[in-house]
């Protein structure tokens, strides 16, 4: 299970390096002071790279538990919900928090980590 917590979380940090900057070059000022832009941006950042880190990890889960559904989404699942903890805690410990701009986002990354994960499991010999 560590082994597919660690191959998450580096799919994940490096999908969002690169998300965060193709953001960078392609998204304008005004987009990005949107909710709209915001949501676009990076709700589709967020949804795929929740949905590469999930899949990555559940295609690496083997032995006898990747067929019990519970211990297969946790293991599938954790990178992506931790990296999503990160990011709620780090929301939070701004003066005046925007929860609208943050929520949108993050329900889009839940929606790719659970797309993912299934892909994972589809995608398995």
Do not use: K
Request: contains cysteine; glycine residues 10%.
């Amino acid at each position: 299970m560590v082994v597919c917590w660690l191959v998450g979380l580096v799919a994940w940090f490096v999908c969002n390096t690169a998300g965060a900057g193709v953001i960078l070059r392609a998204a304008s000022a005004e987009q990005l002071s949107s909710f709209d832009g915001v949501v676009l941006w990076y709700g589709s950042s967020g949804f795929v790279c929740a949905l590469v880190a999930a899949a990555l990890a559940a295609l690496v889960h083997r032995g006898p538990h990747r067929d019990r559904g519970v211990r297969d989404a946790v293991a599938s699942l954790g990178a992506p919900v931790a990296a999503l903890l990160v990011d709620s805690v780090l929301v939070a410990s701004r003066p005046s928090p925007d929860w609208g701009l943050f929520l949108a986002p993050a329900a889009l990354s839940l929606a790719g980590a659970v797309a993912g994960w299934l892909l994972g499991r589809a995608l398995r010999p």
